[in-house]
């Protein structure tokens, strides 16, 4: 490192306290999401960092840091806890000046300070001279706990200063990736089930969750869990719910989908006089069920008629006017669909 002039020390004090509203410095690290992409930083702005005398570099002369923290089980029993974690550094861009590195160094542990290096623990991970894209698999990762990522310029290749270096910095992976647990319902049923036109759907999400909000067409609330929402139409069509939660300044985010199908419409009754108006049983958008199976009972339980396919073609046969109860089976094969039931009369 070049010696300074006494000037050249008061210039350089003054670049550090005007840097200091950029730089993220030890006191106050970059926090890094999951889902929410890469933070972007520059070493050029960073401040001198203390570093212990075994730490797996010698200086950070231009440090910047970043934290991140691994889901707390205890406070969200739901979460399935696992300790892998993925942090990815990207578009490293070094000043090409002569004298500047063209690389960074970085270090990732926990501290109880990280402005206090004799409470820094042994790297988890330690890279020297990174100058291109890097992916750093962490495993054994503790729940609930906050590491922090210092990344300072490195004085490569014979350089006299630290590089200067704008770079991204990303955390992925499970034991940073809460699951809302969303899903959805219709109201009064159990399990996944066909969504149809003019039925409500109760969707929910983990309560553990603080500040759980929805968003999606015709809710009847965006806070909280349950909420419920009645698809506008028209079917059909996909709707997608998504529910969202703030923890510890990140957001979160899960969503809901499913598929909404036209109801089908069972005529109450039919007159079989051969006057070409109303003489067969109707089924509006029977069509669209490929698969439905109908059968026909009189109020005895005898079956009087059945049929797959069909195609609004049952003129009653030669049965006497009276009451007659179906069931409609619609046998998709993607849902769990409950029988449709009803009566339909026959009028002579």
């Known amino acids: 490192m070049t010696r300074l002039s006494p000037l050249e020390v008061v210039v350089l004090l003054c670049l550090i306290l005007s840097q200091s509203a950029f730089g993220q410095n030890c006191d106050d690290p970059q926090g890094l999401c999951s889902g929410s992409g890469a933070e972007t930083l520059s070493t050029a702005n ?16 231009n440090a910047v840091f970043f934290e991140f923290t691994t889901i707390d089980v205890s406070a969200f029993p739901n979460q399935t806890y696992e300790g892998d974690a993925t942090v990815s550094v990207t578009g490293i861009s070094c000043d090409p000046d002569a004298d500047l590195g063209q690389s960074v160094n970085m270090a990732i542990f926990t501290a109880t300070d990280p402005c206090d290096p004799s409470t820094f623990g042994t790297p988890l991970e330690c890279q020297t001279e990174i100058s291109g894209n890097a992916n750093v698999d962490l495993s054994g990762l503790a729940e609930g706990t906050t590491y922090y990522i210092l990344i300072s310029g490195a004085e490569d290749g014979g350089a006299i200063n630290p590089g200067e270096c704008e770079l991204s910095v990303g955390v992925d992976g499970p034991a940073v990736s809460f699951d809302l647990n969303a899903d959805f319902q219709l109201e009064g049923s159990q399990g996944d089930q066909i969504i149809l036109e003019g039925q409500t759907v109760e969707l929910f999400a983990d309560d553990a969750f603080p500040n759980l909000t929805w968003s999606g067409e015709g809710l009847n609330q965006t806070e909280g869990t349950p909420v419920t929402a009645l698809p506008p139409g028209p079917a059909p069509q996909e709707y997608t719910y998504t529910v969202t939660s703030e923890i510890d300044g990140c957001l979160y985010v899960d969503q809901v989908t499913f598929t909404l199908r036209r109801a089908i419409q069972p005529y109450s009754g039919f007159t079989p006089n051969g006057d070409g108006i109303n003489d067969t049983w109707e089924i509006s958008r029977i069509e669209e069920w490929e698969n439905a199976q109908i059968i026909v009972y009189s109020r005895w339980g005898t079956k009087v008629f059945q049929a797959t396919r069909y195609n609004n073609d049952w003129d009653g046969d030669d049965l006497p006017a009276a009451t007659y109860y179906y069931v409609i089976e619609l046998n ?5 669909l409950e029988p449709i039931t009803g009566s339909v009369t026959i009028m002579r």
């Open 332 to 336: 998709d094969l993607q849902f769990n």
């Open 46 to 61: 960073g401040l001198p960092a203390g570093i212990p005398s075994n730490f797996c570099f010698d200086t950070a002369d």
